[in-house]
């Protein structure tokens, strides 16, 4: 069964001090793992997506890795407007589209 | 951003009334999505349609049916709300199964 864990559910932050979240999946072919960004009574923005281990994407101050296993999203020199609750999300491996979700790590940035 | 809208943004309804949410994509994708999400459980998908008319269930269906009788239009319909179904609803769009979905913003559901 294809599954999503992300750790930690929650992350308190100082501004300016770096830290990475971590997403842990099981799928028996991978379609895609896709990251997202939610702000509270928002819907989720897209971040990025990687299609195979080694794969990089960075944005301003977030930066996304693959492994066979996992991924994460290394956050460099974090600032307040940065605190949100982040996705992780995995193509279902029979390729209809689907996306498997995890729980989602909520982090703050403390000024 | 990409252009979807969903109506109604907040519903408050009685226990045994049909409702019908309506997502609206200016982005001509093919691929468009129903999730709900709730705390402990995350985004959940309920219904996802590949074309006009071709759609199909996801994990949480029981209780929802869908429509889509045109590119830009995906409906969502509770035949017979009940509580269980409070929530919030996100509607999702996509070129393609491998590629990233994009999230409307969001229809928060009460049934009383």
């Known amino acids: 069964e294809d599954q999503v864990t992300q750790s930690p559910e929650a992350l308190r932050l100082q501004e300016g001090e770096s830290s990475s979240l971590n997403c842990s999946y099981t799928v028996s072919g991978l379609r895609g793992l896709f990251w997202y960004r939610q702000d509270p009574g928002k819907g989720p923005e897209f971040l990025f997506t990687?299609?195979?281990a080694g794969e990089e994407k960075e944005k301003e101050r977030l930066k996304a890795t693959l492994t066979k296993k996992e991924s994460f999203l290394h956050i460099t020199a974090p600032k307040p407007e940065d605190s949100a609750t982040y996705l992780c999300?995995?193509?279902?491996?029979?390729?209809?589209?689907?996306?498997?979700f995890g729980q989602g790590t909520t982090l703050q940035v403390k000024p | 951003d990409a252009g979807i809208t969903q109506s109604p943004r907040h519903k408050v309804t009685e226990t045994g009334t049909p409702v019908t949410l309506r997502c609206h994509q200016t982005?001509?994708?093919?691929?468009m999505y129903w999730y709900r999400q709730d705390p402990g459980h995350g985004l959940r998908l309920i219904h996802y349609?590949?074309?006009?008319?071709?759609?199909d269930k996801g994990e949480v269906s029981d209780g929802y049916s869908v429509s889509r009788s045109k590119t830009e239009d995906f409906l969502l319909t509770l035949e017979s709300a009940t509580s269980s179904q409070t929530s919030v609803y996100f509607c999702?769009?996509?070129?393609?199964?491998?590629?990233?979905?994009?999230f409307g913003p969001g229809t928060r559901l009460t049934v009383t």
């Open positions: 999702a769009i996509s070129v393609g199964p491998s590629y990233e979905q994009y």
């Open positions: 349609s590949y074309g006009v008319k071709d759609t």
């Open positions: 982005e001509n994708h093919r691929y």
């Open positions: 999300a995995v193509g279902e491996s029979s390729n209809t589209g689907k996306l498997i």
């Open positions: 990687l299609y195979s």
